[in-house]
């Protein structure tokens, strides 16, 4: 089985994390996507602090009817920072057999350099990295770290790279929507329609709870 394991705080998830992950369902044969939620995301602070219980109904909300998606928990069962190396390591411990694949937008990849042990993200699992608006990957072996750019062999016909442990990079471009959960976040504390921006399920449940009344 081919795994993608998709995360972020889903503060809230919006329709282009939904089609990130639809995108690298089909570009790379996956049998399903993984929505993780950060519980203690280690990058910065969550907006809001909205809580972990409610991302996840978010996202339930948002996957629902689509049998290629489902969430997982793991990392609200843990104490501490949620960093992604660890998320991936019980996964890989679950799935000793599978395919794994960790989707991130190209903003991400970018920064990955500053991750917790990302140098064992390479090395444990493949990476599907799709193109956000904005923040292309131009020159995929320069966007590597320095501290691990020597263990890749890039491929310009695919414009693939090949870690020595036998797991890839792969780049799509796909559809970009410029959606950011910020924004959404900012309509919704103004009162504003946030229609078309998140999946109607989710939109009534945030109206319903008054998520974001109070968010910067």
Aim: hydrophobic fraction near 40%.
């Amino acid at each position: 089985m081919r795994i993608g394991l998709m995360g972020g705080t889903f503060n809230p998830i919006h329709l282009a994390h939904l089609r990130i992950a639809e995108e690298a369902r089909e570009e790379c044969a996956l049998d399903r996507v993984v929505f993780v939620p950060a519980a203690d995301p280690p990058h910065k602070p969550l907006a809001g602090e909205v809580a972990f219980a409610r991302r996840c109904q978010m996202v339930r909300l948002a996957i629902a009817g689509n049998p290629g998606f489902e969430l997982s928990d793991i990392e609200g069962q843990r104490a501490g920072k949620s960093y992604s190396i660890d998320t991936i390591d019980r996964f890989r411990v679950e799935h000793p057999g599978d395919g794994l694949f960790f989707i991130i937008g190209s903003d991400s990849f970018l920064e990955i350099g500053l991750w917790h042990r990302f140098a064992e993200i390479f090395r444990t699992c493949s990476l599907i990295v799709v193109e956000r608006p904005g923040r292309p990957v131009t020159d995929p072996p320069s966007a590597l770290p320095d501290a691990v750019r020597d263990e890749f062999i890039y491929d310009a016909a695919s414009r693939g790279l090949t870690h020595q442990s036998g797991e890839r990079v792969h780049f799509l471009s796909g559809c970009q929507l410029d959606i950011s959960s910020s924004t959404i976040r900012r309509l919704a504390a103004a009162g504003r329609s946030i229609t078309y921006l998140v999946p109607p399920a989710v939109e009534a449940y945030i109206k319903e709870q008054r998520i974001y009344n109070a968010c910067p």
